[in-house]
């Protein structure tokens, strides 16, 4: 047992240029979220799901990572800092990394295999801060997920993947909100407080008063130069 504990706190010094000893692993709250969840695990799959419960509430409170007690967890899986939250089905294979603020959310119950509804991370992928991955999809070995990205997708091994998977629904906001006014302003122009088309008009009016004296200006100094010219000649 206690040559599995070195090996674990090994496992995480080697991820995290910052402890400087083994000893300061032992204060993350990745580690001991872990452990309580190793706790809780053990207690779900003996059916005793209130005290799983239980103890993956109380690893909640002091860690503020919250792994559910039916999620399987491979060896040396490290959460650096916390706030991440795991769902019950899903699985993470060995030497995964997990940064914080990092959902493995679940979808429609329906959309998976046998009820499974959480994401599978196989052996040695990387997961960025705040990325988000959502339903049964399977991330390949040693892939890596950057920071805020969003995963609805199986993900091929090596692969690294970034950016948000957000698409347009496809519903113009005119079709459900049509009494909608921006701040409130009654007026033709959206988010113009007086009329809009008036003031644009007077503005071209401005502007072509304003060239056409710009010619004249222009037109007279060209005369001027050129009378100045053929007195210079006489």
Same mark, same amino acid.
């Given at each position: 047992m206690l040559r599995k504990i070195v090996r674990y706190l090994d496992a995480v010094v080697a991820r995290d240029p910052a402890p400087r000893s083994r000893w300061e692993v032992l204060l993350?709250?990745?580690?001991?979220?872990?452990?309580?969840? =190793?706790?809780?695990?053990?207690?779900?799959?003996?059916?005793?799901?209130?005290?799983?419960?239980?103890?993956?509430?109380? +690893?909640?409170?002091?860690t503020a990572i919250d792994i559910h007690p039916g999620a399987q967890i491979g060896k040396n899986f490290f959460i650096d800092h916390g706030f991440t939250v795991i769902g019950e089905t899903a699985v993470i294979g060995d030497n995964v990394t997990i940064y914080q603020c990092v959902t493995l959310g679940g979808s429609n119950p329906t959309n998976g295999v046998g009820g499974k509804?959480?994401? #599978?991370?196989?052996?040695?992928?990387?997961?960025? +801060?705040?990325?988000?991955?959502?339903?049964?999809? #399977?991330?390949? =070995?040693?892939?890596?997920?950057?920071? +805020?990205?969003?995963?609805t997708e199986d993900v091929p091994e090596g692969a690294t993947m970034i950016g948000l998977k957000a698409r347009s629904t496809l519903v113009k906001a005119e079709t459900w909100a049509k009494e909608f006014m921006p701040y409130g302003t009654p007026c033709k122009e959206p988010c113009e407080p007086t009329g809009g088309t008036q003031r644009v008009e007077d503005l071209e009016r401005q502007v072509a008063s304003l060239r056409a004296q710009v010619e004249e200006l222009l037109a007279a100094r060209s005369d001027g130069s050129q009378t100045a010219r053929e007195n210079e000649r006489w």
């Open positions: 993350y709250p990745g580690v001991w979220a872990l452990f309580w969840h =190793r706790v809780a695990h053990a207690l779900f799959m003996a059916d005793l799901f209130f005290l799983a419960r239980l103890v993956n509430h109380l +690893s909640r409170f002091l509804r959480h994401p #599978t991370l196989l052996d040695n992928v990387i997961v960025g +801060s705040g990325a988000q991955i959502i339903g049964p999809v #399977t991330i390949g =070995r040693r892939a890596r997920i950057g920071a +805020s990205a969003v995963v």
